[in-house]
């Protein structure tokens, strides 16, 4: 364990020494989780914070009416509840689960007590802080300036750049698609379909081909 988590940038520049504590004080621990699990709950308390070292995992509101609005994704050295912990309101807004096998680094509170008398870990902590709330005001634009059409043409050109291709494969179904984008699925369709009666897609399962 040890040795993982040397790689992690948010525990780079500690003595080695507190970290071997800290795991054998059980501060710092491992957990894997099946793809479909839920990490944590909406309504639950934040009792520490989780270091994704694998896999991806989603957050997402659970509206009266059953649909889900994805609000933030974590994928490899993501930091979770690192803006509750400490909060006098500390409870989970939204609910957080894996959409693939994880393994989480979780740190109690105690620990990241001990942990933020280092400096480089209080300037990662901080990043990432400031990370997720521009997250967040991204996320609030994306709901309140822009179309569906814009946001996924935004989306489309991200994984091309990623992808460095034209032609995208989507990390996701269309129906995470949907919550993402916090629609129902028949509106994603609808909107898929006018883009490509448009000629601005091509369409091939969960192959996209820009033509924009």
């Given at each position: 364990m040890i040795q993982e988590i040397k790689h992690i940038a948010l525990f780079q520049g500690i003595d080695f020494s507190t970290i071997e504590r800290l795991i054998l004080e059980r501060?710092?621990?491992?957990?894997?989780?099946?793809?479909?699990?839920?990490?944590?709950?909406?309504?639950?308390?934040?009792?520490?914070?989780?270091?994704?070292?694998?896999?991806?995992?989603?957050?997402?509101?659970?509206?009266?009416n059953g649909s889900e609005t994805v609000v933030f994704t974590f994928g490899d050295g993501s930091l979770i509840g690192a803006n509750l912990v400490f909060a006098e309101q500390n409870k989970y807004p939204i609910n957080i689960y894996c959409t693939e096998d994880c393994v989480l680094y979780h740190i109690t509170k105690s620990g990241i007590e001990e942990?933020?008398?280092?400096?480089?870990?209080?300037?990662?902590?901080?990043?990432?802080l400031s990370e997720n709330s521009q997250g967040m005001n991204q996320k609030i634009a994306m709901y309140t300036r822009k179309s569906l059409r814009e946001n996924l043409m935004d989306y489309f050109r991200a994984l091309s750049v990623e992808q460095k291709s034209d032609?995208?494969?989507?990390?996701?179904?269309?129906?995470?698609?949907?919550?993402?984008?916090?629609?129902?699925?028949?509106?994603?369709?609808?909107?898929?379909?006018?883009?490509?009666?448009?000629?601005?897609?091509?369409?091939?399962?969960?192959?996209?081909?820009?033509?924009?």
């Open positions: 501060e710092i621990y491992s957990r894997s989780y099946h793809k479909g699990a839920t990490v944590h709950e909406q309504g639950k308390a934040c009792a520490g914070a989780d270091v994704v070292l694998s896999g991806k995992l989603i957050a997402y509101a659970l509206a009266d942990l933020l008398k280092h400096h480089e870990f209080v300037m990662r902590y901080v990043q990432s032609t995208v494969s989507l990390p996701v179904t269309k129906k995470q698609l949907a919550d993402y984008f916090g629609v129902q699925r028949p509106s994603l369709f609808r909107e898929l379909k006018r883009m490509k009666d448009e000629g601005l897609i091509e369409i091939a399962n969960k192959e996209i081909t820009l033509k924009f």
